[in-house]
């Protein structure tokens, strides 16, 4: 049985799903999750900062705001050996794709051929490409498209009542016209947001109906457990219930069947039965690797550990991806997976 795929979801229909009893709401959605997925795989995506700080936009969650005192050192665009060192090492580390992130507003016209180069050195090492640079033209996404990036990375972040409250040097809209833009081009979309924010429930609501309702579900949903800061207007927000964070992810994988939802961010800070209780609730991609893109992540090798202890494996890389086919049989993490 395939689940209904819906674009006209209603803010009363979301809270009916969001107010039931926690059991029911698991059930529910974890019932959906086993008639998309494979309930025991996980998507492994590693990430990198490929430019760093001293960005023009204001976010208030964001440690690379040029707007804020974070103490992060501003670094230049990485060169393309370099990063792809970087790609190289997540690749034998068992990732399937390789998630480049850049502090900018958009990409410049002098930076854009090397993030070019990034993705197609990237792709020939037989993973995924992701990439999120910030806002970018038709022109853009047409030559990323044209080197063979997979998957953009653009949050919407939150609802769009809260967007304003959150961030004021861009407009909820013209996120959406960049997330058109990657769909038209044939990229595969990524897109989600940040709880614990401050936002109300009215706002995840809110979050969650825009993602639901675009005219094709991103095929990627990271939801994020906001990282505090120190020096970010937000440093000292207070922490989301951890149920609701769950429930959060349970109603993403009811409304958006088909979609991989990542438990992003925010992981270290999660204790394992709560990263458990995720998987069930139908997360089904993790960030792999020791390192976000500014702030940390746990190691590699107390996720494999927890992989093992769950009987979870790394999901095989999808067909469509690089000229070389991924590892099935080496790598850490399938070693671990294969140990348990
Ligand atoms: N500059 C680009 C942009 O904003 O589109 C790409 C990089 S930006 C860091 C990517 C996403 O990371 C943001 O949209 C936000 O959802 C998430 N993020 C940033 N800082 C975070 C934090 N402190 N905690 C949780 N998520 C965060
Ligand atoms: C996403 O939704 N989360 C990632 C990725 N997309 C680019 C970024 C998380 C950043 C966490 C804070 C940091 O490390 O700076
Ligand atoms: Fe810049 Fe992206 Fe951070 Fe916003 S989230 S300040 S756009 S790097």
Request: proline share 5%; with cysteine; aromatic share 8%.
């Amino acid at each position: 049985m395939s689940p209904v795929i819906r674009h006209d979801w209603q803010n009363h229909e979301i809270e009916a799903l969001f107010i039931q009893p926690f059991n029911d709401l698991l059930f529910q959605a974890h019932s959906i999750h086993r008639q998309c997925f494979d309930p025991n795989a996980v998507q492994v995506s590693t990430l990198l900062s490929i430019k760093t700080g001293a960005c023009p936009e204001d976010c208030k969650y964001c440690s690379q705001s040029g707007h804020y005192n974070t103490g992060l050192d501003k670094e230049k665009l990485m060169e393309v050996q370099k990063v792809l060192a970087e790609a190289q090492r997540a690749h034998e580390n068992g990732a399937t794709r390789f998630c480049m992130g850049a502090a900018w507003k958009h990409p410049s016209r002098k930076d854009f051929p090397y993030v070019l180069e990034m993705v197609k050195g990237v792709k020939a090492m037989g993973m995924e490409t992701c990439m999120t640079l910030g806002q970018l033209s038709e022109e853009q996404t047409a030559a990323l498209a044209e080197a063979g990036l997979d998957y953009y990375n653009h949050n919407i972040d939150t609802s769009r009542e809260y967007y304003s409250k959150i961030i004021t040097t861009r407009d909820f809209d013209e996120r959406l016209d960049t997330l058109a833009h990657v769909r038209d081009a044939g990229i595969k979309v990524c897109s989600g947001g940040i709880v614990g924010m401050g936002e109300t429930d009215k706002d995840r609501i809110g979050f969650l109906r825009e993602l639901a309702n675009l005219p094709q579900h991103p095929e990627s949903v990271p939801i994020n457990n906001l990282v505090k800061i120190k020096g970010t207007p937000l440093e000292n927000v207070e922490d989301i219930d951890p149920f609701d964070f769950v429930r959060m992810v349970a109603v993403a994988r009811i409304l958006m069947p088909h979609s991989h939802v990542r438990l992003s961010a925010g992981r270290e800070q999660m204790n394992e039965q709560m990263q458990a209780l995720c998987f069930f609730a139908g997360a089904n991609s993790i960030f792999y690797g020791d390192r976000l893109l500014t702030t940390s992540n746990p190691d590699e090798s107390d996720d494999m550990k927890l992989f093992a202890r769950l009987g979870i494996h790394p999901e095989p890389l999808s067909e469509n991806a690089g000229e070389t086919p991924a590892p099935q049989s080496s790598g850490a993490f399938y070693d671990a997976a294969a140990a348990h």
